[in-house]
């Protein structure tokens, strides 16, 4: 099984055979991470705890990211065929990330029987689904182009484009700030925007997450997504 880290907010189900962490980073996106066979060890709990994250209020985007999942057992499949259907008036869109083709015709199978052709969007490409994660979580994170340029307003707009990378790389606060030699305070003081940035920092940054300066700078400035 995949041992993939975790951003720190999440909820986490550890078993023998499957690893499933679920998280709300913003009030309007979901986000659920699942790795090896889940044969259905954690009976109804990861999707009582989803529910948890419904709101009759307001629909949210549902991110279900299933690149390290190997498979999932004909009863799992039901059960997340019949809870999306029946919760699929709270949910506005569902974007599912397969890693193989048996979870690619799962996820395929739960989309047809839950009634949701029109609301489900099957990605086999991580790239695209990290593309458009990136781009939900950014709207509820202000970017400089939507915030005016003073110091504070500068300082805030970097942190949430390091904090939404962070969480699309599913990493912790932890994990950055040990990639780039750092302590923990300080990644999160930057998402704060309590910490100014040296462009030498930024690069050590970007680094860690796996992205060019320049994107990072152009999310920054509120243009492009995710690459």
């Not at 629909?59 to 004909?74: C, G, M, P």
């Not at 039901?78 to 008036?89: C, D, F, M, V």
């Not at 709207?139 to 970097?158: D, H, W």
């Not at 030498?200 to 152009?218: F, N, V």
Request: glycine fraction near 6%; aromatic fraction near 8%; proline fraction near 2%.
């Amino acid at each position: 099984m995949h041992n993939f880290a975790t951003w720190d907010e999440a909820y986490q189900f550890e078993g023998i055979h499957c690893r499933i962490a679920i998280d709300s980073p913003t009030d309007d996106i979901v986000i659920v991470r699942i790795s090896g066979s889940d044969v259905g060890e954690f009976g109804q709990a990861p999707l009582n705890r989803l529910k948890n994250y419904l709101s009759d209020d307001q629909q949210v985007e549902l991110f279900i990211d299933a690149r390290y999942a190997k498979a999932a057992s004909i009863e799992v499949s039901n059960e997340w065929a019949l809870w999306l259907g029946a919760h699929r008036s709270r949910i506005k869109v569902i974007n599912m990330l397969t890693g193989s083709k048996f979870v690619e015709v799962t996820a395929g199978f739960v989309r047809m029987f839950s009634s949701l052709e029109n609301n489900m969007r099957i990605y086999t490409d991580a790239k695209s689904f990290d593309e458009a994660l990136t781009t939900s979580l950014l709207k509820a994170f202000p970017t400089l182009s939507s915030v005016g340029r003073n110091s504070n307003e500068i300082n805030q707009s970097l942190g949430n484009v390091i904090k939404v990378l962070r969480i699309v790389r599913n990493m912790s606060q932890e994990n950055l700030a040990e990639i780039c030699d750092l302590d923990k305070s300080f990644i999160s003081d930057v998402e704060k925007g309590k910490q100014p940035l040296e462009f030498e920092m930024i690069i050590r940054l970007a680094d860690a997450l796996s992205i060019k300066p320049s994107k990072l700078i152009s999310l920054f400035e509120g243009v492009g997504g995710a690459g």
